[in-house]
């Protein structure tokens, strides 16, 4: 019986997800194997190399949008696993909003950004 869980998410951006899991001082593969309870492993497109045995996997749906893949139990056993997908997605949505406000024809947008915990 497996011990993975997938979440649906909001992530699209393949790039930007990457980037912001490096921002956060996380190591990324792609197209790796997440590893799991009792060395249990799920192929996925992208994946957080976390400290310890467990890692997260992100797989691409067919609309483009990314699910989440982890064994979330052993994710628990060394990170506040609310905490840390939290900041990722945080991190996500700050590098996406600032890199839709580089797009052409946004050059001389006013815009403000404000982050809130």
Request: hydrophobic share 35%; aromatic share 6%; no cysteine.
């Amino acid at each position: 019986m497996s011990h993975f869980s997938t979440l649906r998410t909001k992530i699209t951006d393949a790039e930007i997800l990457k980037a912001s899991l490096r921002d956060l001082g996380i190591s990324v593969k792609t197209d790796a194997d997440v590893r799991g309870y009792n060395g249990q492993r799920v192929r996925s497109d992208i994946v957080a190399i976390l400290e310890g045995e467990y890692d997260l996997g992100w797989s691409r749906n067919t609309d483009g949008s990314f699910d989440l893949i982890a064994d979330l139990w052993g994710v628990a056993k060394k990170h506040n696993q609310t905490e840390l997908i939290n900041s990722i997605n945080q991190k996500y949505a700050v590098n996406k909003t600032l890199s839709e406000v580089k797009r052409p024809g946004l050059q001389n947008a006013n815009v403000k950004l404000v982050l809130q915990k």
